[in-house]
């Protein structure tokens, strides 16, 4: 029996020593924000969903953390990362929104306040665990000791002081239906979640591409110096946004012109991609996916105005 036990924390120890280590290292932005910028790449067992951006700030009195990456060994090694920045304590925990890669490190936060947008915290207890299901599929041994642990605190839009740092919480929606963005008024670093990708494929699988663009509008009129992309380099121009809302608006109108035409979803999935997209890493399986995610409800809602219109 004792055997079995040592056999087992072996293989235990074997199959997370063969990828366990993110090797996160924290980018500064300003003077006490920063950043773990991730890999611009899907989900894969060379990355263990190390794809994402979670950072935090330090402020007078304590740490703030936005999104706790994809998995428990994620989130432990980027609180072992933050404790060797400051010995301040973490206060709270943000999560921008309701995908795998923002919230599966949460577990390594217990007894700190974990806030969200309330759709944030619904759509995480409703799906979380088919999600983190998804992700062992995916990742495999990255992702032992993993479980759902779901955010607590409801975020309230607008300015609160946390840690003695005064952040604009602004909540937005497009690439979900809840997408929070923290804005940190004192170095106007703007954590914009997944509402910005940049030099990255953005992803749609509950996205509102109108809604979405909307957003892009509003993030453009923010007076920010520093632009944390969900996935994607750090900015400090508008530059992410116009990609991510070129490649937007290009997505819905290749759709929508394809559907006027009735083309079925494999036509659709054979569309030229223009030139200037073709440097977006992993596009040639996010616009797929894409086409799967948005392209019905698309058909469903042109067909019936063609029909409508054949009859009058
Ligand atoms: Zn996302």
Redesign the pocket.
């Known amino acids: 029996m004792r055997n079995g036990v040592i056999g087992l924390a072996t293989f235990v120890s074997v199959a997370a020593g063969a990828g366990d280590d993110y090797h996160l290292q924290p980018v500064p932005v300003g003077d006490s924000a920063q950043v773990f910028v991730g890999k611009t790449e899907g989900f894969a067992r060379g990355n263990g969903g190390n794809i994402v951006n979670t950072g935090f700030i330090v402020g007078t009195d304590g740490v703030i953390v936005i999104d706790s990456g994809p998995s428990r060994a994620y989130g432990e090694q980027q609180r072992a990362a933050i404790e060797k920045q400051t010995a301040l304590p973490i206060r709270q925990v943000f999560i921008t929104?309701a995908?795998p890669d923002?919230f599966l490190g949460d577990q390594a936060y217990s007894g700190i306040a974990i806030s969200a947008l309330p759709k944030t915290i619904a759509a995480i207890r409703d799906h979380g665990e088919a999600l983190s299901d998804n992700l062992y599929r995916l990742l495999g041994g990255w992702m032992l000791g993993t479980r759902l642990v779901p955010p607590d605190h409801a975020a309230q839009p607008g300015t609160v002081i946390v840690a003695g740092r005064k952040l604009r919480l602004i909540a937005a929606q497009g690439?979900?239906d809840a997408d929070l963005m923290i804005f940190d008024e004192a170095t106007r670093t703007l954590f914009a979640g997944?509402l910005v990708f940049f030099q990255r494929a953005p992803?749609t699988p509950n996205a509102n591409i109108e809604q979405w663009l909307s957003t892009l509008d509003t993030i453009d009129q923010l007076d920010f110096q520093y632009l944390v992309p969900?996935h994607g380099p750090i900015v400090q121009d508008h530059a992410a946004i116009a990609q991510t809302r070129d490649y937007l608006r290009w997505l819905s109108t290749t759709l929508h012109n394809a559907a006027t035409r009735g083309w079925d979803i494999q036509e659709v999935m054979q569309t030229p991609i223009p030139e200037r997209f073709r440097s977006l890493s992993v596009l040639d399986q996010e616009f797929p996916r894409s086409v799967t995610h948005l392209y019905p409800d698309i058909e469903l809602n042109v067909l019936p105005k063609q029909t409508a219109a054949k009859h009058e």
Do not use: A, E, N, R
């Open positions: 929104h995908h923002h690439h979900t997944d992803t969900g």
